[in-house]
Every structure is written in C-alpha cells, then in structure tokens.
C-alpha cells in the first residue's frame, strides 16, 4: 500500500526551528511533487510550500523566508526546515505527493506547537 510516513513535529519556543522529513513507499506510480500543508483547528487546510522534481518550488506568503522545502528524488522524502518560528505557525502539518496516472498521497500529519 503506498503511504508517506512524516517525522519531526514537536513542541518549540518562538524563534526556534524545526525539521520535518516524509518519505514515501509503496506507490507503483511515480512520484512528481510532494509538498506540505497545515491545518490549525478551525481553519482549513492551506498549503505551506511544495516542490517539483525538477526542484521547482512554490511558498505561501506567509513561511516566505523563514521556510525552506528541499527534496530527495532518490529517495522519495522531503523535507521542511522551518526557522522563526511563530506562534501562528502552530498547526498540524500534512505531507502530501502528487503521482503519475495516480490520486494523490495524504499523510497522517504531524503537529508543530510553536509557543511564546
């Protein structure tokens, strides 16, 4: 069955960082981009940054310069280094991969607690 299987969440003070991995296994169908969303209780689910194979990437506004989203073809992981962290960024975060001829994976989210 494929999956993605996400690390790295935590509980940090503001201004402190945080790495998040995902790695995916499983799938018969490549993998194209991967990426990651949050959710805060209340809100819907927005994306934070995603990545293409060909190293392309895409930011919200908001993680701008403090997020940075890299990728491991080879390996089919992902990562998300997140420095400055502030309150607003607490959320759970989703690990998420788009697939050739394939639905897109969901992971089961890791909560980042940022506190001041």
């Known amino acids: 069955q494929p999956r993605l299987e996400e690390s790295g969440g935590g509980y940090v003070q503001a201004g402190g960082s945080l790495r998040l991995s995902c790695t995916a296994s499983?799938?018969?169908?490549?993998?194209?981009?991967m990426g990651w969303y949050r959710q805060a209780p209340g809100n819907p689910r927005d994306l934070v940054a995603s990545i293409a194979r060909d190293g392309s990437t895409n930011y919200a506004d908001a993680v701008k310069g403090r997020f940075t989203i890299s990728m491991d073809n080879e390996k089919d992981t992902v990562y998300l280094q997140m420095t400055t962290l502030e309150p607003e960024d607490t959320a759970v975060y989703y690990c998420?991969?788009?697939?050739?001829?394939?639905?897109?994976?969901w992971g089961l989210g890791t909560q980042v607690t940022v506190f001041s």
């Open positions: 998420t991969a788009g697939r050739e001829m394939s639905g897109r994976l």
């Open positions: 499983g799938s018969m169908f490549k993998i194209t981009n």
